[in-house]
């Protein structure tokens, strides 16, 4: 039986290769698209290709503040008021003896050195500074106060963003700001999210909640769930639902796989049941079945396998919903969220636990929790199918290998799934 943490460098080293890096993985985009693409995951790209700032950052001399702009050599004389200047103007060189009005982030005019906020003159704000006929020029101003100089943020020719760095925000802002329109970034990662089961209903089948009592359907919890968890470390997904048939499992996933998939996750169907249909189709192919130290969570498999013709990394967790997501959260996202330029880990704490709880000793429990007044308190009980409890949860508790017994008081690791 695996460890936690064998398991883990067992799926890095599978699916790492596969995902995207490469130039042939390349796609131009939009700076407009990146910014406002639906999807949890919308800001989670990578430049795959330096930008060089067409223009220096900001592109002109421009006001920091609402004031006036003014030769500094005029410190302390009066002047006479000219046109104001507002943003997006471009203004008429400055007469020796004046000052002009000035909008934060307007261009400062040729033969002006400085600015002086609009809070220093006799009428104190815009527009009343308007009508001044004549501004007194403080005493002590310098040539460059409260002025932006062209390229004081970026020269011209230098790389705005770097190939390899996270699209952020601000990155956005900085390509918008220079007027970049398209960039190269790596196309996401493609996974192809496949729920095993014939009970499973169909996306258009709703049911009412007395429907899935009196019956034997459920819904696709695992696959909206995962698609879902994917989609926050940018990840495109397509979702499938497969009967407990292996030929009919077969043939859908050579269908659903075709050239689109990097990688293949399975849910279910990898225990020691009489219908486990991934083991029973996929096994022959490569897929190698590994139990992990791991509760919920212990039955894991993975391995390169045959799909349409070529070799695909799969990577199966078991069905309960509680422990496809628990084995996403511990095996999966440290190395999609890798790719994606974000950090591998969840953040993570060390507290003190509220109440008591069990453990098998031979195991790495991995329970629901919440944090109160610095405290842990476990949310729900260790069992796999408490979908509801892990969605009230606000933080996954660990409990080591060894530890049979937590008492209250007893520090443990938590991560934050909020």
Known sequence: MRTIGQHREAVQALVEPALPGGRGDAESVPVVDLAVASGAGRGYRVLAASVPAPTPLPAFDNSQMDGFAVRAADAGTTLRVVAPIPAGLVPPPLEPGTAAPIMTGARIPDGADAVFPVESTPA??????????????????????????????????????RAGQPVTPAVLGALAGAGVATVDVFRRPRVLVVSTGSELLDDG?????????????????????????????????????????????????????????DLVLTTGGISAGAYEVVRQALEPRGLQVTPVAMQPGGPQALGSVTIAGRSVPVVAFPGNPVSALVSFEVFLRPVLARAAGLPEGRPSADLPSADAATSPAGKHQVR???????????????????????????????????????????????????
């Open 205 to 261: 089948g709703v049911a009412a909640a007395g429907d899935l009592r009196a019956g034997a359907a459920i819904g696709d919890a695992n696959g909206v769930a995962l698609s879902a968890a994917l989609a926050e470390v940018g990840v495109e997904t397509r979702r499938v639902r497969v009967p407990d048939d292996a030929e009919r499992f077969v043939d859908a996933l050579d269908q659903a796989v075709g050239e689109w998939a």
């Open 124 to 161: 104190g704000a815009f527009p009343a500074a308007l009508d001044a006929e004549v501004v007194p020029v403080p005493d002590d101003l310098v040539a460059g106060t409260f002025v932006r100089v062209a390229g004081s943020d970026l020269r011209a020719g230098s790389a705005i963003a």
């Open 368 to 418: 629901r929790g919440t944090i109160v007044d610095g405290r842990v308190q476990f949310v729900g009980g260790p069992s796999s199918h408490l979908l509801w409890h892990y969605a009230e949860a606000t933080h996954l508790v660990h409990v080591p290998v060894g530890t049979s017994q937590v008492d209250p008081g007893d520090v443990l690791t938590v991560w934050s799934i909020r």
